[in-house]
């Protein structure tokens, strides 16, 4: 799955800078903070498929997006807290409508934000935000 969040970064950062990878060969490899956030969203799958299809059924997006930190952010509702669960990332449930409202994403790239979604049956649609920036990455569900 690692490979499968590298392959899904887009439009913020460098994927290689989300998964700090090391500049120069005799600098030892930090763990990457994905590997943490790829078992959590293994553990978490079915929460967050059910989240996702509640955004949907209910109407109020089209495009859930889930927000991954390990710190305090205050953006969407929080699903699935890291102190309470003893994991290493917090989720956050959002929506399109809410990136747009809060400046995350601007308003004139909505469309290619839509054209790059992919399916929410499918994906899982996560905004991570790490300390040296965020990134989309799209996850298939399990």
């Given at each position: 799955m690692l490979s499968l969040l590298k392959t899904y970064c887009l439009l913020i950062m460098n994927p290689e800078e989300l998964l700090n990878t090391p500049n120069e060969p005799s600098q030892p490899a930090?763990?990457?903070?994905?590997?943490?956030?790829e078992r959590d969203l293994k553990f978490f799958n079915d929460s967050i498929r059910e989240v996702a299809t509640e955004?949907?059924?209910?109407?109020?997006?089209?495009?859930?997006?889930?927000?991954?930190?390990?710190?305090?952010?205050?953006?969407?509702?929080?699903?699935?807290?890291?102190?309470?669960l003893n994991s290493s990332w917090s989720i956050h449930a959002s929506t399109l409508e809410e990136f747009l409202e809060r400046g995350v994403i601007k308003k004139e790239l909505r469309e290619r934000f839509v054209d790059t979604y992919k399916n929410p049956n499918k994906f899982i649609c996560v905004f991570v935000v790490t300390p040296e920036g965020a990134n989309f990455v799209f996850v298939p569900y399990q």
């Open positions: 930090a763990e990457s903070p994905l590997i943490s956030l955004i949907m059924v209910e109407g109020l997006s089209n495009y859930p997006i889930f927000v991954a930190h390990q710190h305090e952010l205050q953006l969407g509702e929080v699903i699935l807290d890291r102190h309470d």
